[in-house]
T-cell receptor, first 114, second 112 residues
Framework: NAGVTQTPKFQVLKTGQSMTLQCAQDMNHEYMSWYRQDPGMGLRLIHYSVGAGITDQGEVPNGYNVSRSTTEDFPLRLLSAAPSQTSVYFC?????????????FGSGTRLTVV | AQSVTQLDSQVPVFEEAPVELRCNYSSSVSVYLFWYVQYPNQGLQLLLKYLSGSTLVESINGFEAEFNKSQTSFHLRKPSVHISDTAEYFCAVRTNAGKSTFGDGTTLTVKP
C-alpha cells in the first residue's frame, strides 16, 4: 500500500519558471490538500479538494493552481515561481472531508526558487 | 475561525524523563483534535486523535493526550521518553467541514 506519493522529492527552479508538483494516493480518499511548511510557521493550507472535479482555496493560494480530474491525483502548479515560494510542500489526504479522519501525508517536495 | 497555539517551540529533555507538549486551541465551532509527529526529512504521521468520549486518548507508542474542554487544551504527554522520540510534534484541529488548522510545532529533543 503506497499511501500518498509525491514527486519530485527535490526541485530547484529559476524565478519565473513554472512547474507541477505531483501527488497521487491509492487509498480511494475523497479529500486531498496541499500544504506548505516554512520554519516556525507550521503548515499553511494552499488548496484543497473534497472530490474529483471540486477544488477550493486555502489560506495561501496566490501563485498556485490545482485541478482534480480523478480521485487519485491532485497536482499543484506553480505558475511563475518566486523566491517566496521556496518551501517544503506536503500533500495530504483523508477518506472524507467530514473532519473526524486524520490525514495521511506524503513525504514532501523540497522546492528552492533562485 | 480556528487557531492553535503550541506553547513551547522547543522542549529538551533527558532520556527516560517525562515530557509534556502543550497545545491550546480556540474555535467558534466543534472541532476534532489531533497530534502529528514529523521525523527529520519525512512527512507528518498521525499520532493520536480525539473525536468524542473519554477525554484521555492513547497512541501505540506510549504517548497520551488529554482533552480539556474548559481550558480548550489538548496536551501531549509521555511518562518516559526515548532517544527515538526526538522529532517535531504538531497539534491540529479539524472542523466538520474538513479544514484543518495546525500549530507551529514543538521540537522535542531527547538527550542521552
Amino acid at each position: 500500500n503506497a499511501g500518498v506519493t509525491q514527486t519530485p522529492k527535490f526541485q530547484v527552479l529559476k524565478t519565473g519558471q513554472s512547474m507541477t508538483l505531483q501527488c497521487a494516493q491509492d487509498m480511494n480518499h475523497e479529500y486531498m490538500s496541499w500544504y506548505r511548511q516554512d520554519p516556525g510557521m507550521g503548515l499553511r493550507l494552499i488548496h484543497y479538494s473534497v472530490g474529483a472535479g471540486i477544488t477550493d482555496q486555502g489560506e495561501v493560494p496566490n501563485g498556485y493552481n490545482v485541478s482534480r480530474s480523478t480521485t487519485e491525483d491532485f497536482p499543484l502548479r506553480l505558475l511563475s515561481a518566486a523566491p517566496s515560494q521556496t518551501s517544503v510542500y506536503f500533500c495530504a489526504s483523508s477518506y472524507e472531508g467530514s473532519g473526524s479522519d486524520g490525514y495521511t501525508f506524503g513525504s514532501g517536495t523540497r522546492l528552492t526558487v533562485v | 475561525a480556528q487557531s492553535v497555539t503550541q506553547l513551547d517551540s522547543q522542549v529538551p529533555v533527558f532520556e527516560e524523563a517525562p515530557v509534556e507538549l502543550r497545545c491550546n486551541y480556540s474555535s467558534s465551532v466543534s472541532v476534532y483534535l489531533f497530534w502529528y509527529v514529523q521525523y527529520p526529512n519525512q512527512g507528518l504521521q498521525l499520532l493520536l486523535k480525539y473525536l468524542s468520549g473519554s477525554t484521555l486518548v492513547e497512541s501505540i507508542n506510549g504517548f497520551e493526550a488529554e482533552f480539556n474542554k474548559s481550558q480548550t487544551s489538548f496536551h501531549l504527554r509521555k511518562p518516559s521518553v526515548h532517544i527515538s522520540d526526538t522529532a517535531e510534534y504538531f497539534c491540529a484541529v479539524r472542523t466538520n467541514a474538513g479544514k484543518s488548522t495546525f500549530g507551529d510545532g514543538t521540537t522535542l529533543t531527547v538527550k542521552p
